[in-house]
Nanobody
Framework: QVRLVESGGGLVQAGGSLRLSCAAYGTIISGSDMGWYRQAPGKQRELVALITTGYTRNYADSVKGRFTISRDNALNTVYLQMDNLLPEDTAVYYC??????????WGKGTLVTVSS
């Protein structure tokens, strides 16, 4: 059974930083694309950042230059470093794995709240 467990969310002031982690269980992430998504109250879930098996990174325009996605295949973990946080970054952040068999799995999410 595949499980993704996010951690690192919390309350931070605007301009601050947080680092999210997503640990994967029941699968090996090295053969999978990994992503971070977020969902703010009343809004649809949106892609924040994606890192492929070949370490290609893609970011939403709203976070370019502020967020960095990385992966440690040895630890089976993906990270999202978030700097210069803005109040509009407030959301529940979800980890996603898209396996090489075409399966998608989600974590339960971690809440990030940015105060102004």
């Amino acid at each position: 059974q595949v499980r993704l467990v996010e951690s690192g969310g919390g309350l931070v002031q605007a301009g601050g930083s947080l680092r999210l982690s997503c640990a994967a269980y029941g699968t090996i992430i090295s053969g999978s694309d990994m992503g971070w998504y977020r969902q703010a109250p009343g809004k649809q879930r949106e892609l924040v950042a994606l890192i492929t098996t070949g370490y290609t990174r893609n970011y939403a325009d709203s976070v370019k230059g502020r967020f960095t996605i990385s992966r440690d295949n040895a630890l089976n973990t993906v990270y999202l470093q978030m700097d210069n946080l803005l109040p509009e970054d407030t959301a529940v952040y979800y980890c996603n794995i898209h396996t090489n068999r075409g399966m998608n799995y989600w974590g339960k999410g971690t809440l990030v709240t940015v105060s102004s």
